[in-house]
């Protein structure tokens, strides 16, 4: 199940298949990258973030792809478990000098047991 | 756990009174923000402070006042609220200016009667 961009709120899918998150950003001068996860009742949680001198870049199960052409971002989940329900965000950073983080809309991820 | 700390968790205040939150970090971390964030919304910003100095104030009312009285401190002063301003409001810092990770506490949960 895949998300396109930040019209379809919510992703469902089954416990341990693969995940995708898209997100489309605003500015093309922006050159820092954050992936947020955020539960019910508890503030973000950083997952991942990319400079934009990078298109790519892994973690533990997440990979997150930057596509500054088109100005996609993309989150990817492997194996995807029930904890990992929750709102995840992208947030670019648009400050020309310092740290001026601006969400997007969120996408709600549900994973079903 | 974040090392994000913000106090008190939960406030309701009356649309005379005064209160603050407060945000404490220990992480030597030189740059602090405040954001707000509405029910099924993303956060947006409030205030950043650099080396304990405001930097960027998003055009907000002035009834939030917020102080910096240390690197590691940071307080949001509330007085005549409104109803609309309840809201989460999440404290968050990083190591520097630009381009480092955001760290977010859990927030406050404001409510104004």
């Known amino acids: 199940g895949e998300s396109v961009g930040l019209h379809l709120p919510t992703l469902s899918v089954q416990e341990g298949d693969n995940s995708i998150i898209n997100c489309a950003y605003s500015n093309s001068a922006s050159d820092y990258f954050i992936w947020y996860k955020q539960e019910s009742g508890k503030g973000p949680q950083f997952i991942i973030d990319?400079?934009?001198?990078?298109d790519k870049r892994q973690g533990q199960r997440v990979t997150v792809l930057l596509n500054k052409t088109v100005k996609h971002l993309s989150l990817q989940i492997a194996a995807t478990q029930p904890g990992d329900s929750a709102v995840y965000f992208c947030?670019?950073?648009?400050?020309?000098?310092?740290?001026?983080?601006?969400f997007g809309a969120g996408t709600i991820l549900r994973v079903k047991s | 756990d974040t090392e994000v700390t913000q106090t008190p968790k939960h406030l309701v205040m009356g649309m005379t009174n005064k209160k603050s939150l407060k945000c404490e970090q220990h992480m030597g971390h030189r740059a602090m923000y405040w954001y707000k964030q509405k029910a099924k919304k993303p956060p947006e910003l409030m205030f950043v402070y650099s080396y304990e100095k405001l930097s960027i104030n998003e055009s907000v009312p002035s009834r939030f006042s917020p102080e910096c009285p240390n690197s590691s401190l940071l307080n949001l002063h509330l007085h005549a609220l409104q109803p609309e301003d309840s809201a989460l409001y999440l404290c968050?810092?990083?190591?520097?200016?630009?381009?480092?990770?955001?760290?977010f506490g859990e927030g406050s949960w404001l409510t104004v009667v």
């Open positions: 990319i400079r934009s001198n990078m």
């Open positions: 968050a810092s990083s190591q520097g200016d630009s381009g480092n990770t955001i760290y």
């Open positions: 947030a670019e950073n648009m400050g020309e000098y310092g740290n001026k983080l601006v």
